[in-house]
C-alpha cells in the first residue's frame, strides 16, 4: 500500500520534469550571456590598446 497516490506521484514527475528542462534552458542562456559579455570586453580591450 502506497502513501502517496498516482496522481500525486504523476504531477510531482510532471514538475520534476519542467523543472529539470527550464534549468537546461537556463544554463544555455547563461553561456550565450557569457559569450556575449566576453566579447564586449574584448572590444573594449582592443580600443583601450588603439
Known amino acids: 500500500m502506497s502513501f502517496i497516490s ?3 506521484r504523476h504531477i510531482f ?4 520534469i519542467a523543472l529539470a ?3 537546461l ?3 544555455e542562456t547563461m ?5 556575449d559579455i566576453e566579447d564586449a ?3 573594449i580591450q ?5
Open 13 to 16: 514527475m510532471i514538475g520534476f
Open 46 to 50: 582592443k580600443k583601450a590598446n588603439e
Open 31 to 35: 553561456e550565450g550571456a557569457g559569450e
Open 25 to 27: 534552458a537556463a544554463c
Open 21 to 23: 528542462s527550464l534549468s
Open 6 to 8: 498516482k496522481e500525486v
Open 41 to 43: 570586453g574584448e572590444a
